[in-house]
C-alpha cells in the first residue's frame, strides 16, 4: 500500500518575516503562492491515480485540500489527529498521533486493497514524524527530535510511503514496515 504526504501550500505564517509573530488565525491562511503552489499540486496529481482526499483539519491544510481536490474531483475528509505539532504538546503525544494514522492506513488498506492511493494534505513536522518512526522505530525518541531539522521540507511538497514486505539486498530476509520511497517532492512547483 501507499500512501501520499502532501505539505500545504505556502501559509502567511512561513512567508512572515516581521518581528512580530502573527496570531494563529492569521498565520494558518494560505498565501497567493500558497494557493498557486496548492493549484499545481493538484493539477499535477490528476494522473497519480489518487482515490481518496484527507487533510488535517487546520485552515492552512484544508485550503491546499480543497484546491486539490477540486482538480482531482474528490472531497476532502478531515483526519482530526493529522494535525501540526502545536504549542504545550509532548513529544509522547504528536508520536501517539502518528502511530493513529499508520493504523488507519493499515486498515484502510487490508479494506479497500492494493488499489488504494491515499493523499493526505497535513504539515511538515508530522511528516518528519512519521518519517522518523519508519526509519528509526523505537530509536526515534524525544533526544533524537532536533535532529528532524536536519530533513528538508518544502511548501506543497509530496513525500511517498510504502506499506508492505521491503526486500533487502543480498538476499536477506526482507523486513515488513513503512518506507519512504521519495521525500519532498515538487515537480509541479509554479515558481
Known amino acids: 500500500m501507499r500512501v501520499l504526504f502532501l505539505r500545504h501550500g505556502e501559509s502567511a505564517h512561513n512567508a512572515h518575516t516581521g518581528d512580530e509573530p502573527l496570531g494563529a488565525e492569521a498565520g494558518d491562511l494560505l498565501t497567493e503562492r500558497g494557493r498557486a503552489q496548492a493549484a499545481a499540486a493538484g493539477a499535477a496529481l490528476r494522473d497519480w491515480g489518487v482515490t481518496r482526499l484527507l487533510t488535517s483539519p487546520m485552515r492552512r491544510a484544508t485550503e491546499t485540500a480543497e484546491a486539490v481536490g477540486a482538480a482531482l474531483d474528490l472531497a476532502p475528509e478531515p483526519v482530526p489527529y493529522a494535525f501540526e ?12 498521533r502518528v502511530q493513529l494514522l499508520k493504523e488507519q492506513f493499515e486498515a484502510d488498506a487490508a479494506e479497500a486493497g492494493p488499489e488504494e492511493l491515499p493523499l493526505l494534505v497535513t504539515h511538515g ?65 509554479p515558481q
Request: proline residues 5%; negative net charge.
Open 125 to 189: 513536522i508530522l511528516t518528519r514524524f512519521f518519517l522518523l518512526d519508519a526509519v528509526l522505530g523505537g530509536r526515534f525518541t524525544v533526544e533524537t527530535i532536533e535532529r528532524m531539522w536536519h530533513l528538508g521540507s518544502a511548501n506543497c511538497a509530496v513525500s511517498t510511503f510504502e506499506y508492505g514486505a521491503v526486500p533487502e539486498p543480498g538476499g536477506a530476509p526482507a523486513a515488513i514496515g513503512w518506507t519512504c520511497v521519495s521525500w519532498m517532492a515538487r515537480p509541479w512547483d
Open 85 to 96: 505539532l502545536h504549542d504545550g504538546e509532548t513529544f509522547a503525544q504528536a508520536y501517539e
